[in-house]
């Protein structure tokens, strides 16, 4: 009897390198994480070396593929990371230098001119994307201003996905949905923008041959298979955007649908027919994009998620672990003894959209705990993602969201999700599959190897439970008045005072 054959995931994240074996029923087999390896040579600053970053991918890659019983059965792997950094290659397809991680923030001059040159508003109707200093084209422009003789030699700008894919495989493409985070991508027309290449100078060779998720790139090399452990004959397909693969993962493909994308930020999905045209969309700093699933997405989020409680932990816990704070801030009634958490700890999220915003407590007195504190921070967070909703919902003509469905590593805490429950009055369902970032990389992977035939085979075949998660009732009404009298205040009354102490 033949042995069923696998899907591999590569989930290529800020934090960590996951790589993830799944059946074709979507049911994990094995698992293996790696700190990604970031540098941070000063504030605000922070960068990827490209081969140290692909080394920690083959230490998971080896890791997981000794975990499972015939590795030779895994017929198909795809890669998902993080948008926003690119890796910018040489004529011999090496790195030229380090990768610019995409929250560093040393790109605001370029954004800034390109604002001044183009124009917010005519970026917008081109790439469906507010502009920030976050994008690719930024970071190229950064490149070429501050390191000419790196950027002369560059030839090639892939998204880091892309560039494992490469490694994996030696075949160079970009998809759309990362090519959606470059700022070079004309949404409408799905093609490299013959107008921001000329407006930016940017020589169109630059760009890789756009493809969309799931296309059959080849198959693994064989240097690599040696490395890692893989088979020669797994095919390597093209990945994406590692919260669109997520979304992907658990289903959530159609207008009515909404993704809770939990991790170091946080984003708030909500697919679309088509791309939304209105440019206060892109005022308010949301984002378009194509799907991995072929229709389109627009998105808001926090740029700071479980960044605010990693930071929380490390500065202000005293020691005490994760588990001791999310107990005290359970003791802690709603509403945490009257203390606020404003989470921009990098900048505003949309609608606001300004990164000269600060993070912030209000209503600090001698009778708030740690506890209250940290229930502060759990409940800002979860104020922030209907601050982010509301508008979408305003801009798609959508009442409610049909389905929210969660997923990420902060799925994983109960009261978290039991706050952002009440705090959005609407059910969360929370799939049984934690990693499903990496399940929609194989999922791709399995389109590329002819395991399924399309998406919909695919999402047929594979299984998720769900764990409902109810508002509480006694809390609901409390969270409603709070945001509406408080919360929703917070960042224009502190905003003259950011602004101040950041200029």
């Given amino acids: 009897m033949q042995a069923a054959p696998l899907l591999l995931g590569l989930d290529i994240g800020t934090t960590n390198i996951k790589a993830v074996v799944f059946d074709l029923e979507g049911q994990p087999l094995a698992h293996a994480s790696i700190r990604t390896p970031t540098h941070y040579p000063q504030p605000g600053r922070a960068h990827y070396e490209p081969e140290e970053l692909w080394q920690a991918t083959v230490r998971a890659l080896k890791a997981v593929t000794t975990q499972v019983e015939q590795p030779g059965r895994i017929m198909g792997l795809a890669v998902a990371s993080f948008a926003e950094t690119g890796v910018a290659l040489d004529a011999h397809s090496q790195p030229t230098g380090p990768a610019i991680a995409w929250f560093d923030n040393r790109t605001a001059a370029q954004a800034a001119r390109l604002e001044q040159t183009i124009g ?64 070079w991508l004309d949404l409408h027309r799905r093609r490299w923008s013959d107008e921001i290449l000329a407006w930016t100078e940017t020589p169109e060779h630059l760009l890789a041959p756009l493809a969309p998720s799931g296309t059959r790139l080849g198959p693994v090399l064989p240097e690599v298979a040696a490395a890692t452990g893989l088979p020669v004959s797994a095919q390597v397909a093209v990945g994406g955007h590692d919260h669109v693969c997520g979304a992907l993962a658990l289903g959530v493909t159609e207008p009515g649908d909404m993704l809770n994308s939990i991790g170091t930020a946080e984003a708030v ?235």
């Avoid at 009732?473 to 102490?501: E, F, G, K, S």
């Fill in 120 to 183: 917010q508003e005519r970026l917008f109707a081109i790439t469906g994307i507010a502009l920030e200093s976050i994008f690719g084209l930024c970071k190229w422009l950064w490149l070429r201003e501050h390191e000419p003789e790196s950027a002369a030699r560059t030839q090639r700008w892939l998204n880091m996905a892309e560039y494992i894919a490469y490694r994996l495989c030696g075949i160079q493409a970009t998809d759309f949905s990362l090519a959606s985070r470059t700022l």
């Fill in 269 to 503: 999905f909500l697919p679309l027919a088509q791309p939304l045209t209105d440019p206060e969309v892109g005022r308010q700093g949301y984002s378009q994009g194509v799907h991995v699933g072929g229709h389109y997405y627009i998105f808001g989020g926090l740029y700071t998620s479980g960044a605010c409680i990693d930071w929380f932990c490390e500065n202000l816990a005293g020691g005490a672990d994760y588990a001791t704070l999310t107990a005290e801030a359970a003791a802690t009634p709603v509403g945490s003894l009257g203390v606020f958490f404003l989470p921009h700890l990098r900048l505003a999220n949309p609608p606001h959209l300004d990164p000269q915003a600060r993070g912030a407590f209000i209503g600090l007195h001698t009778a708030a705990t740690r506890g209250a504190l940290f229930r502060a921070v759990l409940e800002g967070l979860a104020y922030e993602v209907r601050n982010s909703l509301e508008p979408l919902l305003a801009h798609t003509g959508l009442a409610q969201v049909r389905n929210i469905d969660v997923s990420g590593g902060g799925a994983a805490n109960e009261l978290a999700l039991a706050i952002k429950a009440s705090v959005l009055n609407h059910p969360l369902r929370v799939a049984s599959v934690h990693e499903a970032t990496a399940l929609g990389a194989a999922i791709l992977g399995g389109i590329g190897a002819g395991i399924y035939t399309d998406l919909e085979d695919a999402l047929r075949r594979v299984r998720s439970e769900r764990q409902i998660v109810t508002p509480i009732p006694d809390a609901v009404a409390r969270y409603d008045q709070t945001y509406r009298n408080v919360y929703v205040h917070l960042y224009a009354a502190l905003q003259p005072l950011h602004h101040a102490i950041t200029t």
